[in-house]
């Protein structure tokens, strides 16, 4: 079958050991992640299948439209469980960074200081509703700014950097905690944080000098 991006392979995350956030709750996600590969797939094969012959018939019109539409979901529902899963360090991370990091740097000059940065992401992040909270990096001024994404598609800004992505879906805690308590989510998820992978994330879309 003729797929138009060729097939995501879901990938293997070596975690366990968080802190506040069981295992379970990861062998659970892990799985709910592989589906979103599977449908962006899916998605991708079906597509491509009307396009063969070059174009789309008019009375496949609806059925092209909706497969179209519910691409952004998919493929944002594998995207930002990549970065999620990324961001967490398996046996537990050093709570906030310590140290004159470039994400402190970023966060005083965006923000004032870490601690209002962070005010305002777990702010973002105790939103009711169903979705993420992203700190984005603007790669065309370094500066960092906190979203929150409805769904895992609505609310991402296109080109932008996601340096610090939390998944606030109930499935992220429901097994360790009750839906009420998701500041308590929120605050284990901070103690996991891989710093150091989000250092690396940090500038790496920003525009490069280029030689003369
Ligand atoms: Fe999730």
Same mark, same amino acid.
């Given at each position: 079958?003729?797929?138009?991006?060729?097939?995501?392979?879901?990938?293997?995350?070596?975690?366990?050991?968080?802190?506040?956030?069981?295992?379970?709750?990861?062998?659970?996600?892990?799985?709910?992640?592989?589906?979103?590969?599977?449908?962006?797939?899916?998605?991708?094969?079906?597509?491509?299948?009307?396009?063969?012959?070059?174009?789309?018939?008019?009375?496949?019109?609806?059925?092209?439209?909706?497969?179209?539409?519910?691409?952004?979901?998919?493929?944002?529902?594998?995207?930002?469980?990549?970065?999620?899963?990324?961001?967490?360090?398996?046996?537990?991370?050093?709570?906030?960074?310590?140290?004159?990091?470039?994400?402190? =740097?970023?966060? #005083?000059?965006? !923000?004032?200081?870490? /601690?209002?940065?962070?005010? %305002?992401?777990?702010?973002?992040?105790? *939103?009711?509703?169903?979705?993420?909270?992203?700190?984005?990096?603007?790669?065309?001024?370094?500066?960092?700014?906190?979203?929150?994404?409805?769904?895992?598609?609505?609310?991402?800004?296109?080109?932008?950097?996601?340096?610090?992505?939390?998944?606030?879906?109930?499935?992220?805690?429901?097994?360790?905690?009750?839906?009420?308590?998701?500041? =308590?989510?929120? #605050?284990?998820? !901070?103690?996991?944080? /891989?710093?150091?992978?989000? %250092?690396?994330?940090?500038?790496?879309? *920003?525009?490069?000098?280029?030689?003369?």
């Amino acid at each position: 079958m003729m797929s138009l991006t060729g097939t995501y392979k879901a990938r293997q995350f070596n975690l366990s050991n968080l802190q506040g956030i069981s295992d379970e709750t990861l062998e659970m996600h892990f799985k709910l992640y592989e589906g979103y590969v599977k449908e962006t797939n899916k998605l991708n094969e079906k597509i491509g299948e009307f396009l063969k012959g070059g174009k789309v018939d008019q009375e496949e019109f609806a059925e092209y439209s909706e497969l179209n539409r519910r691409l952004g979901f998919e493929y944002n529902g594998m995207v930002l469980h990549e970065y999620y899963f990324d961001n967490l360090k398996t046996g537990g991370g050093t709570g906030d960074p310590t140290g004159q990091t470039g994400f402190r =740097k970023a966060a #005083e000059e965006s !923000f004032g200081s870490y /601690d209002i940065w962070k005010a %305002e992401f777990v702010g973002i992040g105790k *939103m009711r509703g169903v979705g993420w909270a992203i700190c984005y990096e603007n790669p065309a001024n370094g500066r960092l700014s906190n979203h929150w994404i409805t769904l895992h598609e609505t609310g991402n800004v296109a080109g932008f950097n996601p340096v610090l992505v939390m998944d606030v879906w109930e499935h992220a805690f429901i097994l360790d905690y009750k839906p009420a308590d998701r500041p =308590k989510y929120i #605050e284990a998820f !901070f103690s996991n944080i /891989d710093w150091n992978l989000v %250092e690396r994330r940090l500038h790496r879309l *920003m525009a490069q000098p280029v030689a003369a």
